[in-house]
């Protein structure tokens, strides 16, 4: 049975269906004030968790350890500088038939995948060259 939805997890929600871009916690907490629609930071942290194991919001980490939230809508994929901690997003995807072995061969229910590759952009390469 799946457990009913708290009030700040639908805020949260909300929040995020008005948002075209992944947010973090702190900045997802400041909207909500600037929103009237306060709530305490452990429980934006709390709800967050509870969502992304629903398969409602997916997380991604940055280099700095930043982690940035955003709604399941589709699967992302960035290229990431390991300097500058820029991220390019790819629209390629060459995991969605492994995606699907592995749904069937294990009965995983899959809600979304990242693919993440760690680098140097091409400005940090330039600045390296020019040091």
Do not use: W
């Not at 871009?21 to 967050?48: F, W």
């Not at 809600?111 to 330039?126: A, T």
């Amino acid at each position: 049975m799946k457990a009913q939805r708290t009030r700040s997890q639908d805020r949260i929600l909300t929040v995020l269906k008005t948002l075209s871009k992944e947010i973090s916690a702190q900045d997802l907490y400041i909207e909500l004030r600037n929103r009237e629609q306060s709530m305490g930071l452990a429980t934006v942290y709390r709800s967050l968790e509870a969502l992304k194991l629903e398969g409602m919001v997916q997380v991604r980490t940055l280099s700095n350890g930043e982690a940035l939230y955003n709604l399941i809508q589709e699967d992302r994929h960035h290229l990431t500088c390991l300097r500058c901690g820029r991220s390019i997003p790819i629209d390629e995807c060459p995991v969605h038939d492994l995606e699907h072995q592995l749904h069937t061969l294990h009965q995983f229910k899959i809600y979304y995948h990242m693919l993440e590759f760690f680098g140097l952009c091409d400005r940090c390469q330039n600045e390296e060259l020019n040091t």
